[in-house]
């Protein structure tokens, strides 16, 4: 019985030997040489695409910084004001009973007004760079998008590689091709944009 399966066992590997000498071979071969270059262009896709989402994640929460410190700086301006309207309507109460007003409350009400123009500017510029970390944030979110899209089209040309490799089917191959080409072709302009 021994002499039997060693029989067998040469047999299967004489076929074995036959079917990667057959003519196909270098199908099966550029299939997966192919198949693992579009894998390798997918992982470098899919790592810019987290990248870039990181950053624009960052810089949306550095926007909300700002509008946070702009919504303080206004929230400064407004009591600024109802400090000038106090002191205004005290030198009001002075002059309505007849009698003057002590000089510094003219004085605190151009002081608040002053104040309130500075406040004013420091947190429009604080809007204007929330706005700019907002759209640099949004650039960002659209190339992860782009990006994205790259590693949807390469997942699909390996399925379509791996299918062509147990078919052995040419034409899913060049398929498989023509869609890491396009997902490739992506993948560069969004990265050399």
């Known amino acids: 019985m021994p002499e039997e399966m060693e029989a067998q066992t040469e047999s299967v590997h004489e076929t074995v030997n036959e079917s ?42 550095e926007a909300t910084r700002h509008q946070a410190e702009a919504s303080d700086q206004w929230a400064y301006y407004q009591a600024k004001g109802v400090k000038a309207a106090v002191q205004e309507a005290s030198r009001t109460a002075w002059l309505a009973i007849g009698k003057k007003p002590p000089a510094d409350f003219k004085e605190a009400v151009k002081r608040y007004a002053d104040e309130q123009q500075q406040i ?50 040419r034409p899913l191959w060049i398929g498989s091709l023509l869609l890491g080409i396009s997902g490739t072709a992506l993948l560069l302009a969004v990265w050399l944009r």
């Not at 003519?23 to 997918?42: C, G, M, N, P, R």
């Not at 944030?137 to 390469?154: C, E, T």
């Open 120 to 169: 004013e500017k420091m947190a429009r510029q604080k809007e204007h760079d929330r706005d700019a970390k907002s759209a640099e944030a949004d650039q960002l979110f659209d190339q992860h998008h782009r990006y994205a899209i790259s590693v949807a089209i390469f997942q699909v040309a390996i399925a379509l590689g791996a299918v062509a490799a147990l078919t052995r089917m």
């Open 20 to 61: 990667v000498e057959r003519k196909d071979d270098w199908l099966l071969k550029a299939i997966a040489l192919t198949t693992a270059l579009l894998a390798i262009l997918a992982t470098i896709a899919a790592l810019r695409a987290a990248a870039t989402v990181n950053e624009a994640l960052m810089l949306k929460a």
